[in-house]
């Protein structure tokens, strides 16, 4: 009998003391997360600030459920951003689907760039730069 009546209050601060520790791992592993998708997204010129933002609200909203959520959306979502990615046009990773173009120091219109004549064509003054 006496060992059950002090069974109970041990029981509610372990529970306690478990919860507190889940809480204290949740938090620990959002910083860490969030420290690592920051540096990832950077790196892949994804908007960093954003993502961890994001990460941090449905952490606070959804506990370990929303850290988790977040971060295997942002998993999926960063495949389509290579590391290195979003470079100036020509020194990105795919330098052909992005001709290079600049504005006509005449009219201002776009000019296209012919490597064949190693010349900037203007298609509004009809004329090589
Ligand atoms: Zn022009």
Request: proline share 10%.
């Amino acid at each position: 009998m006496i060992g059950t009546l002090q069974v109970t209050p041990t029981l509610s601060g372990g529970f306690l003391g478990v919860l507190i520790a889940v809480c204290l791992i949740t938090l620990v592993l959002v910083v860490l997360v969030a420290i690592w998708m920051y540096r990832d997204a950077q790196s892949r010129r994804m908007d960093a600030t954003v993502w961890v933002v994001l990460l941090v609200l449905a952490s606070v909203f959804g506990g370990l459920l929303g850290l988790v959520i977040v971060t295997v959306i942002y998993l999926v979502v960063r495949g389509n951003h290579p590391v290195g990615g979003g470079l100036p046009a020509g020194f990105g990773p795919y330098p052909a689907a992005y001709p290079p173009v600049a504005p006509c120091p005449v009219c201002g219109g776009p000019m296209v760039w012919y490597p064949q004549y190693q010349r900037w064509y203007c298609p509004p003054c009809a004329q090589y730069r």
